[in-house]
């Protein structure tokens, strides 16, 4: 059972420089997030879908872009990444009115560092 | 505004004690719902339970149980008999119907079971 899958796993990016971080699900579920964890802080939302072709935008949005042109991938993009965006990153998913059971199915993570 | 605090940064314990995590959480609503996930060393985030604000009675899972008070604002969560598999970190979350893509997180409580 794949359930939500991230890559990379791990990538080192100079100031700068741009990346995707990929995001794929294969439970059929409409809503899909973007979050990231920094050390002590917990976990804060950068962008979410509630469906294909609908994003908005989280807690912590700046720095990040975000599509979704299928139901199954929700594409991260950092442009000119900075060192404040080193984090773990992690890409969860959960059915129509997922919080109200709870049930966020997450990634992974994909430990990002910008040097 | 709504805030969850885990003021306990790391506790270590010897296999076979008791112990409880504190979720201490702020918000303006009177519907909410609270939520605790485990993220192991490997990383994923699993959900463990959710508690709706209406709903105080405590649960028991095993050996986990959940105190709701809101007389206090907590969400504290026991394991009962710990063992070394339990070792992770957890997170307390909360969110509102009014905004339910906004998860907020506290910055969780690394727990430790030694053998």
């Known amino acids: 059972n794949a359930g939500v899958t991230q890559t990379p796993k791990f990538r080192i990016l100079k100031i700068g420089q741009s990346m995707t971080l990929q995001c794929t699900q294969d439970m059929n579920h409409n809503y899909m997030y973007w979050y990231r964890q920094d050390p002590g802080m917990g976990l804060k939302l950068i962008y979410y879908?509630?469906?294909?072709?609908?994003?908005d935008k989280g807690e912590v949005p700046n720095g990040y872009n975000v599509s979704r042109s299928t139901t199954e991938d929700f594409p991260l993009r950092l442009e000119l990444a900075a060192p404040s965006q080193t984090s773990v990153y992690f890409c969860a998913s959960s059915s129509a009115q997922g919080f109200t059971t709870g049930e966020l199915f997450f990634g992974e993570g994909s430990r990002l560092t910008v040097l | 505004a709504q805030k969850v605090t885990q003021a306990q940064t790391e506790i270590s314990v010897v296999e076979k004690e008791d112990v409880t995590l504190d979720c201490v959480y702020e918000?303006?609503?009177?519907?909410?719902?609270l939520f605790w996930y485990k993220q192991p060393p490997s990383g994923e985030l699993v959900f463990l339970i959710r508690r709706n604000s209406f709903d105080e009675q405590n649960e028991i899972s095993g050996r986990y149980s959940w105190n709701f008070q809101k007389s206090t604002s907590s969400f504290n969560f026991t394991i009962t008999a710990s063992q070394v598999v339990d070792s992770a970190v957890y997170f307390c979350?909360?969110?509102?119907?009014?905004?339910?893509?906004?998860?907020?997180f506290g910055a969780g409580t690394r727990l430790t079971v030694k053998p």
């Open positions: 918000t303006r609503d009177t519907t909410y719902y």
């Open positions: 879908s509630v469906g294909a072709g609908i994003t």
């Open positions: 979350a909360l969110t509102q119907p009014v905004n339910n893509n906004d998860m907020r």
